[in-house]
């Protein structure tokens, strides 16, 4: 399957024995790190930056599609090269997810607007081998080892829910595996789970109890790629190891997991999470933690911290309110007891609309009091949601200020930081939201709705850069001070590490003072992160004059 393989699964297998064995090797220094103020950036890979244009075309995709429905060229390798220059870092971003990068199907789909080809990773046709539109094994292992060179920790998109569709050169797979029908109708649980997406979509049988062999076309892929040998004897290992029938979920478990194991990605991000019964996710969870054992054990120097193996769902529609459930009307279902320690916020987006002390105050009762112990990543905009936030970019500044200061983790969409528009001419439906990343712009400094892209770009890596460093920010209990001027505080205390901010928003330019509210003490001496000014708390008050309205203050 990749680099490696056969010597890392049987390695596996030894540690797997002496999991125990603790790790000594520190950690590289870096800002602290907790999941839950996770500054998180989010892409899709063909999206993003062409590293390699010597891969723009596999496997004869040569139809015209609709417009924003092919392949355009982003691939890992563009993403590394985005990591070295040091891009994510000046954005304050800790960890990167995204689009999977599992080979897709081979064929194009006319869903009734033209040709639409795999390009955004969630149409599976083999997920034992990387898309090779995307890149290589070894550009994948390089993409992570990177990051984490650079402090920043990748999250992988995973699919378990269904194949890609079928085409003339995707054939359906066997009966044993998917149901091709019936078609959801998402009015209670058996409607959203047990059903397929949208037509022509066939959903995996991951409640199935029976096990079945590997599909023919599958195994013959294999074999004409010379690797058949090499990938029953992995899963002969996996299955011994695990005890584990051959179903089909079990199946993609393994392959899943190998993404661990291999290259040591820190998180997964589950697709259609409500769409499969909530015990695959735990099953997935178990062999996730073994398979991230398993890489430390063999990677020491490599090794970032001990932060656990994360995972974030994609439950549609799931919101901070409900706490820890999701109601499907009939049945309510709790996410976060199957591995998750996050969920994706739908919320947010709606709750963006309401003044920042409605925000803040309403997200740090939930996440210490409902969600204790658990977060939300929160997001503006993303890659299928039709009704994003400020779709017309006509407020990025102020979304940047609610969004990277929210309680929770936040989730930067790729372009979000730089005005991409989200509308775009031509385009339909989810396609609008889904245009190449637009460097030019960020080159030739263009203007959108009179404010200049440099602009917007540096305020979002102030805030994300103050988040970064202050894991109170998203952790941490909010209090308001004042509210005219709107200043609050951010404290965040565990066995390990004590963070506390003082933030201020809305001020006057120029001169003003911030009270600390016993947040610090008298001769504090205080960043702030948004003017790089040194101040001292005096008083019990922090004087300071800068060109802007905004106040980020730390130590």
Known sequence: MRIRKIS????????????????????????????????????????????????????????????????????????????????????????????????????????????????????????????????????????????HQHGIRIIL?????????????????????????????????????????????????????EEVQL??????????????????????????????????????????????????????????????????????????????????????????????????????????????????????VDYFAQGMHSMINFEFKWDAKNSYEEIFAKYSKLLHTKLKGLSVLNYAASHDDGAPFDQMREHSFMIANKLLLCPGASQIYYGDETARPLKVEGAVGDANLRSFMNWDEINNNTVRNGDKVDDILTHWQKLGTFRKWHPSVGAGVHKMISEKPYVFSRTYKTENMADQVVVGLDMDKGKKELPMNGVFANGAQLKDYYSGKTVKVKNGKVAIDTPFSIVLLGK
């Not at 924003?68 to 040091?86: A, Q, V």
């Not at 790629?225 to 005890?243: A, D």
């Not at 073994?290 to 911290?305: G, I």
Request: proline fraction near 4%; aromatic fraction near 14%.
């Open 215 to 332: 599909p023919q076309q599958l195994m013959d892929k294999w074999k004409a790629e010379g690797r058949l040998k090499q990938e029953m004897e992995e899963l002969e290992l996996f299955f011994s190891r695990t005890g584990l029938k051959r179903t089909p979920r079990n199946y993609i478990i393994k392959w899943l997991t190998d993404y661990i194991r291999e290259y040591g990605v820190d998180g997964f991000r589950i697709d259609t999470a409500k769409h499969t019964e909530e015990e695959v996710w735990g099953d997935l969870w178990k062999e996730a933690v073994v398979a991230f054992a398993d890489w430390k054990q063999a990677h020491p120097q490599e090794v970032l911290d001990n932060q656990p193996f994360y995972m974030v769902g994609e439950v549609y529609n799931y919101g901070i309110s409900g706490g820890r459930l999701f109601d499907f009307g009939d049945r309510k």
């Open 8 to 147: 890392s699964y049987l390695l596996g297998m030894l540690l797997f024995a002496s999991c125990s064995t603790k790790q000594t090797v520190e950690a590289p220094k870096e800002a602290p790190f907790t999941w839950d103020n996770a500054n998180v950036y989010f892409l899709l890979t063909d999206r993003f930056n062409n590293g390699n244009t010597e891969n723009d075309v596999n496997f004869d995709r040569t139809k015209e599609t609709a417009k924003l429905r092919g392949f355009m060229g982003g691939d890992i390798k563009g993403i590394t090269n985005k990591i070295e220059s040091g891009y994510f870092d000046k954005l304050g971003v800790n960890a990167i997810w995204f689009s999977p990068v599992v080979e897709q199907i081979h064929g194009s789909v006319d869903e009734g607007t033209g040709n639409t080809y795999g390009f955004h990773g969630y149409w599976a046709k083999d997920w034992t081998k990387i898309e090779p539109n995307f890149g290589t094994d070894a550009e994948l292992a390089e993409l992570v080892k990177k990051a």
């Open 157 to 209: 998109d995973v699919v378990i829910n269904h194949t890609g569709p079928v085409t003339e050169k995707d054939p359906v797979w066997p009966d044993e595996w998917v149901r091709t029908s019936p078609q959801c109708k998402y009015d209670n649980y058996k409607n959203t789970v047990t059903c397929t997406l949208v037509k022509n979509l066939p959903d995996v049988k991951t409640e199935s109890t």
